[in-house]
Nanobody, 114 residues
Framework: QVQLVESGGGLVQPGGSLRLSCAGS?????MGWYRQAPGKQRELVAD????????NYADSVKGRFTISRNNAKNTVYLQMNSLRPEDTAVYYC??????????WGQGTLVTVSS
């Protein structure tokens, strides 16, 4: 049973940075970072191919977020720069692009506020 564990969230001021980690990603699937803000649906913000050759970003985070992965460590990362209040959400990782979803982890809360 795959277990995904997200970490690295916290409280940061606008313009700040955070790096999220997702342990348990494996190496066989496209992986994505998703987020869910209060009162909103969960959305995919970035994904990365199984070997890391390509990445894709939602328009709202393009140029500010960078997704990467280390398959030897079964970990996917999300580097978030120039954070904005609207980035406040619980962030999750899971498979993407039609891959069979694993059970959702607990997520990691990112709060952007002054």
């Amino acid at each position: 049973q795959v277990q995904l564990v997200e970490s690295g969230g916290g409280l940061v001021q606008p313009g700040g940075s955070l790096r999220l980690s997702c342990a348990g990603s494996g190496s066989n699937y496209v992986m994505g970072w998703y987020r869910q803000a209060p009162g909103k649906q969960r959305e995919l913000v970035a994904d990365i191919s199984s070997g890391g050759a390509w990445t894709n970003y939602a328009d709202s985070v393009k140029g500010r977020f960078t997704i990467s992965r280390n398959n030897a460590k079964n970990t996917v990362y999300l580097q978030m720069n120039s954070l904005r209040p609207e980035d406040t959400a619980v962030y999750y990782c899971n498979r993407a692009r039609g891959g069979p979803l694993a059970p959702w982890g607990q997520g990691t809360l990112v709060t952007v506020s002054s």
